[in-house]
């Protein structure tokens, strides 16, 4: 069973940057590629940012510019980084590979005054 372990979330001030890293026990997002999705109380979860397993990259409009994310392929890890941080941005982000199959459990991001 694939694990995916995130990192990184927590607290912090509008216009903000926090980095988040998503650890998988299997060489997954190098073979088929992964996802940040976001939940935020009350709403669907939605897609931030994806990266296929050639390296293509695709945004939702309300992060580009604003959030990168990227992959290290020894280290089985993908991260989001996460720059000029809105209030609206608070929420839950989930890691996943790029079919959806595998999850992570959330790590609680927070921007806040």
């Known amino acids: 069973q694939v694990q995916l372990v995130e990192s990184g979330g927590g607290w912090v001030q509008p216009g903000g940057s926090l980095r988040l890293s998503c650890a998988a026990s299997?060489?997954?997002?190098?073979?088929?590629?992964a996802g940040w999705y976001r939940q935020a109380p009350g709403k669907q979860r939605e897609l931030v940012a994806a990266?296929?397993?050639?390296?293509?990259?695709n945004y939702a409009n309300f992060v580009k510019g604003r959030f990168t994310i990227s992959r290290d392929n020894a280290k089985n890890t993908v991260y989001l980084q996460m720059k000029s941080l809105k209030s609206e941005d608070t929420a839950v982000y989930y890691c996943?590979?790029?079919?959806?199959?595998?999850w992570g459990q959330g790590t609680q991001v927070t921007v806040s005054s």
């Open positions: 996943s590979d790029y079919s959806r199959t595998y």
């Open positions: 299997e060489s997954i997002f190098s073979l088929y590629g």
């Open positions: 990266i296929s397993s050639s390296g293509s990259t």
